[in-house]
């Protein structure tokens, strides 16, 4: 990187996701007298609006699209630059743009977010979701399709399988039940019955404001008016805007071809073969389908369990990869197994002064017994936030500790049309054999399970509108002796909040 610095920013931050914006917005406000630089790849920023915390860990909000002139305007500190990095020195603390210009910076925080882990990146019959391009695809190819297949088992496939109308969906989990990463079989076979009755109407659509891609803003200095296809098939992951997030379906139309409501069927404890073209199939007279796949389907895909499904196109909801890689090249990151970059307990990487939040990092700081890392909207506000925070105290040389908001992880999310809230160890996660269970399960309306250890509370998942979150909190993180109320803790005749008040 031998160009000259165009400028050396006192506080640079890449990607304007909401890690990214997030993280601005602290510094900015913190030392308003700061540069503060933020580059990013796509021409839109997500702003966090209506922000609530419910308790003291549990907190919703909502999420924009806004055009980035909006953070401008609110900062006269910050400086938006409209480009991809596409390399960066920590020796020489620079960056390098795509557009080819050079800028410095004394302290860095990448949120480059993440990338679909695609089943495969070329063919144009899988395809992935990840921001308003790639839903607002989805939605084109849906209204031209009869059978669609959706492979993987977490959020994007529980909400996809749900909201698809007029097209028949094949549900490929690998798992024993649905929404593995989420909660256990019995809370599975809670949702179970949703997915057999038509969907409820929804009382009010998005009202959000929403923009795509397609208009690049003035004064950008890169369009971002991808080619599609390209992007699908993974030649860009760095023009790839923002994640989508809660309610990221409400502004589009997830309707097929057909005149049926919901058809879903499941395909358990299965993954992938291959998938093949009809041309392909043509060419491999020894290859068997069944009666199912009647007539000509554009692809055709092979599970493990031996079926064969035609289909129009293969969703592959199959997870996501940190974006770390435009960052890599000629520096000494510490990755951690999952690829993203290592964070400590200031957010920092192994680099000096570099800092990282959100779907590209990995914590590896020593966990709270009762915290875990999701790649969430929530952790990335987190993780954007105090990140903002540590570096405006390394700046001022002022100390600072980790977060309260680690101390207990915490989700509130909508399944199935039911609030979902997810706290501690919900799926006992790392607990072994030490731990008990007690569920309290009213079909169509509540399905609360708490996790104990050694008697004392460390998770729960409640379904359904249970109010309980609050008192659920205060036990987990008060790690109260449980032992003496024992099945009592979920009598639904006994108000639980008095009991411990
Ligand atoms: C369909 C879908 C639904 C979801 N639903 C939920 C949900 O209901 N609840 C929930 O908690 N989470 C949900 N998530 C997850 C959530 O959206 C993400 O965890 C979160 O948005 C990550 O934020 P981030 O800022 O880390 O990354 P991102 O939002 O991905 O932002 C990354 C930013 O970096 C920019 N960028 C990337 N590379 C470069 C580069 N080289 N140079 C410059 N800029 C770059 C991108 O343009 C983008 O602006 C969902 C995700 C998806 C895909
Ligand atoms: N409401 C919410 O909170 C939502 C959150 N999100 C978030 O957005 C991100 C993207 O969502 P999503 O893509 O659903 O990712 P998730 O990580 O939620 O789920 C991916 C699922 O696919 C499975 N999988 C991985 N590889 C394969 C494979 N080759 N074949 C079959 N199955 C496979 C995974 O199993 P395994 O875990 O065993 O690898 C896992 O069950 C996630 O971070 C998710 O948490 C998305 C939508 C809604």
Not at 19 to 45: F, K, N, R, W, Y
Not at 219 to 238: E, H, L, V
Not at 254 to 281: D, M, N, P, W
Not at 419 to 428: I, P, S
Request: with cysteine; charged share 25%; glycine share 8%.
């Amino acid at each position: 990187m031998a160009a000259r610095k165009e400028k050396t920013f006192r506080f640079m931050i890449v990607g304007g996701g909401i890690a990214g914006v997030t993280c601005v917005e602290q510094l900015s406000s913190q030392i308003p007298s700061a540069d503060v630089a933020l580059i990013t790849a796509g021409p839109h920023i997500k702003a966090v609006t209506n922000y609530k915390q419910v308790s003291k860990t549990l907190e919703e909000f909502d999420v924009e699209e806004r055009p980035s002139s909006v953070l401008a305007e609110k900062f006269p500190n910050l400086t938006i630059i409209h480009s991809a990095v596409k390399s960066l020195c920590t020796q020489s603390h620079s960056v390098e743009t795509a557009d080819g210009r050079v800028f410095g910076y004394e302290k860095l925080c990448i949120c480059g977010g993440g990338r679909p882990k695609l089943l495969t990146w070329d063919n144009p019959y899988v395809l992935g979701i990840r921001d308003t391009d790639s839903a607002q695809d989805l939605q084109k190819q849906l209204s031209r399709a009869k059978r669609i297949v959706v492979v993987g088992n977490g959020g994007i496939a529980l909400e996809l399988v749900y909201e698809v109308e007029g097209c028949e969906v094949i549900w490929a989990v690998k798992d024993k039940a649905i929404g593995n990463p989420f909660f256990d079989a019995g809370a599975a076979q809670f949702f179970i019955p949703s997915l057999e009755v038509d969907k409820p109407e929804r009382a009010a659509p998005c009202k959000r404001t929403r923009y795509t891609t397609e208009e690049p803003e003035p004064g950008a200095s890169q369009t971002f008016t991808a080619d599609r296809n390209a992007r699908r098939r993974g030649s860009g992951p760095t023009e790839a805007g923002s994640a989508l997030g809660p309610d990221w379906h409400e502004g589009i139309v997830l309707r097929g071809a057909e005149q049926v409501s919901r058809r879903v069927s499941l395909e358990y404890q299965c993954e992938v073969e291959k998938i093949f073209t009809s041309a392909e199939l043509l060419d491999s007279p020894q290859q068997t389908i069944g009666a199912e796949n009647e007539g000509s389907w554009p692809v055709y895909i092979q599970l493990t369990n031996g079926k064969t499904f035609g289909c129009d196109f293969v969703v592959s909801a199959t997870g996501v990869v940190p974006n770390a890689e435009p960052f890599l090249h000629g520096n000494n990151f510490a990755l951690a197994d999952d690829g993203g970059l290592q964070v400590d307990d200031h957010m920092m990487t192994s680099e000096p002064d570099v800092y990282a939040a959100g779907d590209v990092c990995t914590a590896c700081w020593e966990h709270s017994a009762l915290w875990q890392q999701m790649r969430l909207w929530t952790q990335a506000r987190q993780m954007g936030w105090y990140a903002g925070r540590c570096m405006a105290a390394h700046m001022l040389s002022e100390p600072i500790e980790l977060d309260f908001c680690f101390e207990l992880f915490s989700h509130i999310t909508k399944f199935f049309n039911y609030k979902v809230v997810l706290l501690g160890k919900f799926n006992g996660q790392g607990l072994g054999p030490d731990q008990e269970l007690l569920l309290r399960c009213t079909k169509g309306r509540e399905y609360v399970k708490v996790v104990l250890s050694g008697g004392r509370m460390v998770g729960a998942v409640l379904i359904g509108e249970t109010d309980l979150e609050e008192t659920f909190e205060n036990l987990i993180l008060n790690q109260m002796d449980l032992t003496p109320y024992g099945e009592e803790l979920l009598n639904p005749n006994i108000d639980i909040e008095d009991y411990f008040d």
